[in-house]
């Protein structure tokens, strides 16, 4: 079972966006992946102050989201599409999750908000499992994942095999260059995405946007929290990973007792 991770990046606009996803699906289903997953809103952008991210409307993101379907089914490949969404009166930070016949077969939302983020969208409430062709998995969005270990480990405990992460860390106008996995000199994150998999004994599949000063990069990690692969800092593109579902038995994630934290 090969997934793979999309590292656009950051788009100038919706289009652009769209052009990206079908660009990088395409060749993500090329090498032989069945899903792939793109990084934190990247529908219509995450909403960085260096960045002019207009607020978008729901109907451009109805139509955004039908036009993923439409490339997903075209390539054969599901893909899991970060993006803004209105639910009601709620505006949320999701990632929704779409077959390779293109059906959208739900979304998770955000929970955990950073707190910059809070006058920008509303908290979920819930966690979501996904299943598509035999492969469970949950999904857990930027800092959520980072720093809540408690949405992966959630997700390892209802069976699993991988959890996604998307996200965004760093920026494309100031901080410092990576040119090592998982420098001692380099931020935590990609230590963080490391302990997700060792700490539940599942996949981790972390994704970010290909930017000058990254603070992570993409990566998928394995359940006994070897690197399987990451994309090289700052160039866009997409890795793919064959996973072996029998090594990601949550087995660590499983003997949490719950009962002791009353």
């Known amino acids: 079972m090969k997934i793979a991770l999309a590292t656009p990046h950051f788009p100038?606009?919706?289009?652009?966006?769209?052009?990206?996803?079908?660009?990088?699906?395409?060749?993500?289903?090329k090498q032989g992946a069945v899903i792939v997953c793109f990084p934190e809103t990247f529908i219509p952008g995450y909403p960085l102050i260096e960045a002019d991210v207009p607020k978008p409307s729901k109907a451009e993101l109805?139509?955004?989201?039908?036009?993923?379907?439409?490339?997903?089914?075209a390539n054969n490949i599901a893909i899991i599409i970060p993006m803004d969404w209105y639910e009601g009166n709620q505006f949320y930070n999701v990632a929704q999750v779409i077959s390779a016949e293109g059906e959208v077969l739900g979304y998770q939302t955000k929970n955990q908000l950073d707190p910059s983020e809070d006058q920008q969208w509303q908290p979920g409430n819930q966690r979501h499992l996904f299943e598509l062709g035999g492969v469970k998995f949950g999904i857990t969005i930027c800092h959520e994942g980072f720093r809540y270990p408690e949405s992966v480990r959630w997700a390892a405990r209802e069976g699993a095999h991988v959890v996604f992460h998307p996200h965004l860390s760093g920026s494309d106008v100031k901080g410092k260059q990576i040119i090592e996995w998982c420098s001692?000199?380099?931020?935590?994150?990609?230590?963080?995405?490391?302990?997700?998999?060792?700490?539940?004994?599942?996949?981790?599949?972390?994704?970010?946007?290909?930017?000058?000063?990254?603070?992570?990069?993409?990566?998928?990690?394995?359940?006994?929290?070897?690197?399987?692969?990451?994309?090289?800092?700052?160039?866009?593109?997409?890795?793919?990973?064959?996973i072996e579902l029998e090594k990601a038995t949550g087995f660590l994630g499983k003997r949490f007792k719950a009962d002791l934290y009353q």
Not at 14 to 28: F, H, M, N, R, S
Not at 195 to 203: F, G, P
Request: net charge negative; charged share 20%; aromatic share 8%.
């Open 62 to 73: 109805s139509e955004a989201l039908s036009k993923v379907c439409a490339i997903a089914k």
């Open 12 to 29: 100038k606009s919706i289009a652009d966006g769209l052009d990206k996803v079908q660009q990088l699906a395409a060749e993500a289903a």
């Open 184 to 242: 001692p000199g380099s931020p935590y994150y990609e230590k963080a995405m490391m302990m997700r998999a060792l700490e539940n004994t599942i996949y981790f599949a972390s994704v970010g946007y290909a930017m000058k000063y990254q603070e992570s990069t993409s990566a998928i990690i394995a359940p006994d929290g070897e690197c399987l692969a990451y994309q090289p800092y700052g160039q866009e593109g997409v890795i793919v990973t064959e």
